[in-house]
C-alpha cells in the first residue's frame, strides 16, 4: 500500500515537475519574442502572447480574448493587439466570419514588413481559422494602375475534427 502511494506521488512529482518546465520555456518564449519585436514587457503582452501561443496556428477573435481574459481593460487590450501587430507580431486573418480574427506571425515578419500571404482554411462546421503557411498566395496580374494592397486566400470547410 506505501509503495503504491510512493509511485502515484512520484507520477505526480513527474507530471508537476513537466508543467513546471513547460511554464518556464512558455515564460521564455514570450520574453524572447517581446524582445525581439522591441515591445515592453507587461502583464498584459505576456497574458495575450502566451493565448497566442497555446492557439499556435489557429487563430482568435477579439471577444475570445476578452472572454480568456476577463480581467481585461478592454482598451489595453486593443493597444496591445494593434502594437503586436504593428511589431510584426500578429496579423489580421481574414474568413466568412464577420469577427477580425488574429494569429501569429511567422518568424519571417518585422515591423516593416508581413510576411502573411499565405492560405487560411475556415471551418463551417466549429468556425476555427487555421493558418496555412505552407500555401502562398500567388501574385495576380491586375490591369494597368491598379495596385494590389492585400491579397487573401480563405479555403473553406469542414476540419479534421469536425470530420470524425
Known amino acids: 500500500m506505501i509503495s503504491g502511494w510512493y509511485n502515484k506521488k512520484q507520477y505526480a512529482s513527474e507530471a508537476s515537475l513537466t508543467l513546471l518546465y ?6 521564455q518564449t514570450i520574453v524572447e519574442l517581446l524582445q525581439r519585436h522591441e515591445l515592453r514587457k ?5 497574458e495575450v502572447l ?3 501561443l497555446e492557439a499556435g496556428k489557429q487563430a482568435i477573435t477579439h471577444p475570445e480574448l476578452e472572454r480568456r481574459l476577463p480581467d481585461a481593460d478592454r482598451i489595453t487590450l486593443y493597444r496591445t493587439l494593434k502594437a ?5 507580431l500578429i496579423h489580421q486573418v481574414v474568413d466568412s466570419g464577420n469577427a477580425t480574427k488574429y494569429a501569429l506571425c511567422n518568424d519571417a515578419c518585422t515591423e516593416h514588413q508581413h510576411h502573411d500571404e499565405h492560405a ?8 476555427k481559422t487555421i ?3 505552407s500555401i502562398t498566395t500567388s501574385t495576380i496580374q491586375v490591369p494597368r494602375g491598379f495596385k494590389v494592397q492585400q491579397t487573401h486566400l480563405v ?3 469542414t476540419c479534421n475534427n469536425c470530420d470524425n
Open 22 to 27: 513547460y511554464l518556464c520555456k512558455m515564460n
Open 42 to 46: 507587461t502583464a498584459m503582452r505576456g
Open 50 to 52: 502566451k493565448i497566442f
Open 84 to 88: 503586436f501587430e504593428d511589431k510584426g
Open 120 to 127: 487560411h482554411f475556415h471551418c463551417n462546421d466549429c468556425g
Open 131 to 133: 493558418c496555412l503557411d
Open 155 to 157: 479555403l473553406e470547410g
